[in-house]
């Protein structure tokens, strides 16, 4: 019990953490953020479960009013901001990412890449893409277009996400919550 | 810890959160169904009108804030300039400003605590209803007291990659960072043990 609140409330906080490390250039040049690559590994790292709710977590300290969010954006203008949508679907995406993690029946580093592809890509993207055709007043497919150049750092991201966790299984066995 | 809540003590942050959230709600949803910009346009005036009335400091500060939206609202020009429908961009802009606009001022005019007491007084039901709240609450503030500390050990994790290695760090960080809060989780999961438990 006790090991299950301070993991989601310590990974909320890298959630936050990561928001203030500057953004990682990669080399030709795409910047991602870490924030995104937080979320992928709170369900990778901690499950379906604990890694949704950490996510929540995050979520509750942004809408109560610290600027934790990537740039230092916060507050209540975010969830009324065009992409709501993503932050919506931020701790479902922990959710898969956990759940395929926990029951892919393959490598832990292969396990969580599938489950990061699958929740911080596929669902993050079908709550994300309503939500800026809501917002914009736009169709799903002109809104699909708006953020299709997020994509190749979203897939790189994934990729960072199962090197990750494959490295903390192989450091530090049993460290993972998911795979326990 | 900074918040986002204005320093600068302005008539409204007298007013109950749970009131100011609730507007807030209704409001929304009243921009929302606004398909016309003219009432829109008359709307954010009305806004920036209030604004300046709260200290020219919370007003640059708003504006500061809206500075996000940049992108989407240089999109939206490109978007409707091509296809020519300038009324539906402009409802779209107005809408998208003054939604926003609506809910930073209740962020700027709450204090944390106020934020915090609402949210344990909604919460309320559900410890009747035998939930764990308590355990909510305890969880805020561990993730609230754990930011800086992760923060700063993230920094001691830079500065002992710098001292090796001429290169950027990059995402390799990522792996001692995630060990920190993990290795940190387990710390905490044994004290509040030893204090008798999360509750």
Partial sequence: ?180 | MLTLTSPVETPLHRWPAGLKLALLCIATVLLFRLTTPLPLAAIALALAALHLALGRALAMTALRQLRPLGPFLALLALWHGITGEIAQGTTIALRLITAVACANLVTMTTRLSDMLATLDRLTAPLARAGLPTRRLTLALALALRFIPVLSDRIDTIRAAWSARSPRRPGWRILIPAALAALDEADHVAESLRARGGAG
Avoid: N
């Avoid at chain 1, 995104?36 to 369900?43: D, H, T």
């Avoid at chain 1, 969010?69 to 932050?87: D, H, I, K, N, Y």
């Avoid at chain 1, 995406?93 to 599938?114: C, D, N, Q, R, S």
């Avoid at chain 1, 929740?119 to 800026?132: H, N, S």
């Fill in chain 1, 1 to 180: 019990m006790e090991r299950s609140l301070s993991h989601i409330a310590l990974f909320a906080a890298l959630i936050a953490v990561l928001g203030f490390v500057p953004q990682i250039m990669l080399p030709f040049g795409v910047p991602i953020t870490a924030q995104s690559l937080g979320i992928m590994l709170c369900g990778t790292v901690l499950g379906a479960k604990r890694g949704a709710l950490a996510v929540i977590l995050f979520l509750l300290l942004v809408a109560i009013g610290l600027p934790l969010l990537s740039g230092g954006r916060g507050g209540l203008g975010v969830f009324a901001s065009p992409t709501a949508g993503f932050l919506i679907g931020f701790p479902v995406a922990a959710f898969v990412a956990g759940i395929v993690t926990e029951k892919a029946p393959m490598a832990v580093g292969w396990a969580a890449g599938l489950g990061a592809f699958l929740g911080g890509v596929i669902t993050l993207y079908a709550f994300g893409i309503p939500g800026l055709a809501l917002m914009l007043d736009k169709s799903l497919p002109e809104a699909a277009l708006m953020i299709s150049a997020f994509l190749p750092g979203d897939l790189i991201k994934v990729a960072l996400a199962g090197l990750v966790t494959h490295s903390l299984a192989r450091m530090r066995p049993g460290v993972l919550l998911s795979r326990s």
